[in-house]
């Protein structure tokens, strides 16, 4: 387990609070907004993942970002691919941007990971890329990670 070395924070909820429905399938399904810390030195690039670890059958990816540029501080709510400047993958949904927390009915609390990871490089991939090869591509270029859990259930 990498350490924690930098921050992130949303001011849509708190660690381990639920997550408004405004960010999710019930309301808009806008991204929430998004800060951090710096990231430790040598830095190249920063990759954002969201997932739900509680979904029936596997991990459910909700969004992913990457090729953030190392001084890139904060995202915006509701940043779309067209007008980012930054690269996003294909979720679980199979769409390419953001796909709120969505858990079928009835299944309680589900939590929700954003993870944002420093990089010691540039990553390779091209707009659309899967998760899988999100991994594959950020495995061994780690440099630290720090994350925010949120619940959400309908």
């Known amino acids: 387990m990498l350490p ?10 708190q660690t381990g609070a639920a997550i408004p429905a405004r960010y999710t399938c019930e309301g808009e399904n806008v991204s929430p ?13 920063l990759a954002l993942i969201f997932d739900d670890p509680d979904a029936p059958r596997r991990v459910w990816t909700h969004w992913t ?20 400047g ?3 993958g294909t ?21 929700y990971f954003l993870r944002l990871y420093a990089l010691d ?4 991939l091209a707009a659309g890329a899967s998760r899988v090869e999100l991994d594959a591509a950020i495995r061994g270029h780690v440099l630290a990670r720090t994350e925010l859990m949120g619940r ?3």
């Open 33 to 45: 907004a998004l800060s951090w810390t710096a990231p430790p030195a040598g830095t190249a690039s």
């Open 86 to 88: 930054y690269v996003q």
């Open 65 to 84: 970002v990457w090729n953030l540029p190392a001084t890139t501080r904060s995202l915006a709510e509701g940043r779309q691919a067209a007008e980012s």
């Open 121 to 124: 490089r540039v990553l390779p």
């Open 91 to 111: 979720t679980d949904f199979g769409t390419v941007g953001y796909g709120g927390p969505c858990p079928p009915p009835g299944q309680g609390s589900h939590r």
């Open 152 to 154: 959400f259930w309908r």
């Open 4 to 13: 924690l070395l930098f921050e992130l924070a949303t001011p849509g909820w």
